[in-house]
């Protein structure tokens, strides 16, 4: 299992010691939260803290834009250090034309989805994918109960790429534990995002290795 912790749950005033901390760990990607007030109802952090995080990660950003509008910023986040680049279909209209550009930049390109949409959308575009993101809570805020329906989905998501001969990774984020995580793996989860279940355990460093073994 690749493992993505969450930094939206690091001690920001700390922002260098977890950073080093992950470094040290078994994680696989840094996943970054970007939110902007307007199509989450909360604001996370932006640019400069994402340049800074950058600065000391030894492994790749895997950013998570909850942000209206983002084909905005595409060009700032790959400046920025983003490896991975996720955007919400529901704040795509034209969502053919962002992957391309996501790509274009020379970035992976992900799509995420919210509970409630369904995965049938992507039936279009899984071929051209590096990534689906299933939320497996409302996105906005860490710390959140796992809404059980997301095993579904991730079978039906492995189903799609499956069918199109797609190399697409399945992630999943939100309310991610061990029980959880196992659930998932089975379903047939790729990456597994992981903000409070790290962060606020008493051992971050071995909590990652036992989520990495699902
Ligand atoms: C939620 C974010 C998540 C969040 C997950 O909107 O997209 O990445 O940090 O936090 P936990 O793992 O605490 O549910
Ligand atoms: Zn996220």
Request: net charge negative; charged share 20%; proline share 4%.
């Amino acid at each position: 299992m690749l493992i993505s912790p969450s930094l939206l749950s690091c001690d920001f005033a700390n922002v260098q010691r977890d950073v080093e901390m992950l470094n040290q760990s078994k994680a696989d990607f840094f996943h970054i939260d970007i939110m902007d007030g307007v199509f989450v109802p909360n604001i996370s952090y932006g640019l400069p803290v994402l340049k800074a995080m950058t600065k000391h990660a030894t492994k790749p950003m895997d950013v998570h834009l909850m942000i209206q509008n983002p084909d905005a910023y595409l060009s700032s986040f790959k400046d920025a250090g983003a490896h991975f680049l996720t955007v919400h279909y529901e704040a795509c209209v034209h969502l053919h034309r962002t992957i391309q550009a996501i790509q274009h930049l020379e970035m992976k390109a992900g799509v995420a989805l919210n509970p409630h949409t369904p995965v049938s959308l992507l039936e279009e575009v899984i071929d051209q994918l590096d990534l689906v993101l299933i939320m497996s809570v409302n996105p906005g805020f860490g710390g959140q109960k796992f809404i059980d329906s997301s095993c579904k989905k991730v079978e039906k998501v492995k189903e799609l790429i499956v069918k199109n001969n797609s190399k697409c990774l399945i992630e999943v984020d939100g309310g991610v534990n061990l029980e959880t995580g196992a659930a998932l793996s089975n379903a047939g989860a790729d990456i597994l995002v992981a903000g409070s279940f790290v962060f606020k355990s008493s051992n971050p460093i071995k909590t990652i290795s036992e989520l990495k073994e699902l």
